[in-house]
């Protein structure tokens, strides 16, 4: 029988997840992968440059919410 895992992410990280995943895509259908490959690196570099594109975003953007 298959392990569950629990995970419950808040929505900024949801948010991140979601941009780091499609920023993971875009690496595995465009670079010339082997088996070599070290898929966890570059997960790791996709969420980075999520998580520095949501920073940049935050510093850049007043919210609606912030504007009260």
Do not use: F, G
Not at 24 to 35: F, N, P
Request: proline share 0%.
């Amino acid at each position: 029988m298959t392990k569950k895992t629990y995970i419950h992410l808040e929505d900024s990280e949801a948010a991140v997840l979601q941009v780091a995943s499609r920023i993971y895509a875009a690496y595995i259908t465009t670079m010339d992968l082997t088996e070599r490959t070290n898929h966890t690196a570059l997960m790791r570099k996709a969420i980075d440059l999520a998580i520095e594109m949501a920073e940049m975003t935050d510093s850049l953007v007043i919210s609606d919410l912030e504007r009260r």
